[in-house]
T-cell receptor, first 113, second 113 residues
Framework: QQQVKQSPQSLIVQKGGISIINCAYE??????FPWYQQFPGKGPALLIA?????SEKKEGRFTISFNKSAKQFSLHIMDSQPGDSATYFC????????????FGKGTRLHILP | KAGVTQTPRYLIKTRGQQVTLSCSPI?????VSWYQQTPGQGLQFLFE???????NKGNFPGRFSGRQFSNSRSEMNVSTLELGDSALYLC????????????FGPGTRLLVL
């Protein structure tokens, strides 16, 4: 019940295309869903986060779509660029600030130039 | 503002030894979390410290421990190292906890022989 399942494991998208990464969770108590981006040799960096009171959040070319009833959320990268090539992690946490955070296993995204 | 720093960056140990990793958070951040990253398991939460107190712990054996000092710097210790402990160990800091933007360090890569 604490798992966050992320798919696909790897993704290849043409430059200018839309990259879509999906995550699913079981625990309905989760109330914070961030996405992190990690480049080789670097630590992850927060990209965008959403809470269940909204169904979509957009920041530039990055959009999180959230489906509470299906217990799924996804990251859409519009107009994908070679610089977006990285590993993306979804995550979920619940409760107060003193709770742990569960990460998906990551998606390795490669944007073809 | 300086980012999160971790020392050492690379470490080679043998089975049975112990190791201590250090993390200096961003100035003003009181929450420090530790994560283990491996190709097979992805990012896994180890524990979180806030104001020198461990608030939450992931599903790791007691060989993994940590502490936080009054200046918010944190150390992580792994005793009786096993081959499976080879991983990238990341720490992240935030103002209050895991449900807000966490800033990750570059990690310490530990190899256990």
């Amino acid at each position: 019940q604490q798992q966050v399942k992320q798919s696909p494991q790897s993704l290849i998208v043409q430059k200018g295309g839309i990259s879509i990464i999906n995550c699913a969770y079981e625990n309905t108590a989760f109330d914070y869903f961030p996405w992190y981006q990690q480049f080789p040799g670097k630590g992850p960096a927060l990209l965008i986060a959403i809470r269940p009171d909204v169904s979509e959040k957009k920041e530039g070319r990055f959009t999180i779509s959230f489906n509470k009833s299906a217990k799924q959320f996804s990251l859409h990268i519009m107009d994908s660029q070679p610089g977006d090539s990285a590993t993306y992690f979804c995550a979920a946490s619940k409760g107060n600030r003193d709770d742990k955070i569960i990460f998906g296993k990551g998606t390795r995204l490669h944007i073809l130039p | 503002k300086a980012g999160v720093t971790q020392t050492p960056r690379y470490l080679i140990k043998t089975r049975g030894q112990q190791v201590t990793l250090s993390c200096s958070p961003i100035s003003g951040h009181r929450s420090v979390s530790w994560y283990q990253q491996t190709p097979g398991q992805g990012l896994q939460f180890l524990f979180e410290y806030f104001s020198e107190t461990q608030r939450n712990k992931g599903n790791f054996p007691g060989r993994f421990s940590g502490r936080q000092f009054s200046n918010s710097r944190s150390e992580m210790n792994v005793s009786t190292l096993e081959l499976g402990d080879s991983a990238l160990y990341l720490c992240a800091s935030s103002l209050q906890g895991v449900q807000e933007t966490q800033y990750f360090g570059p990690g310490t890569r530990l190899l256990v022989l």
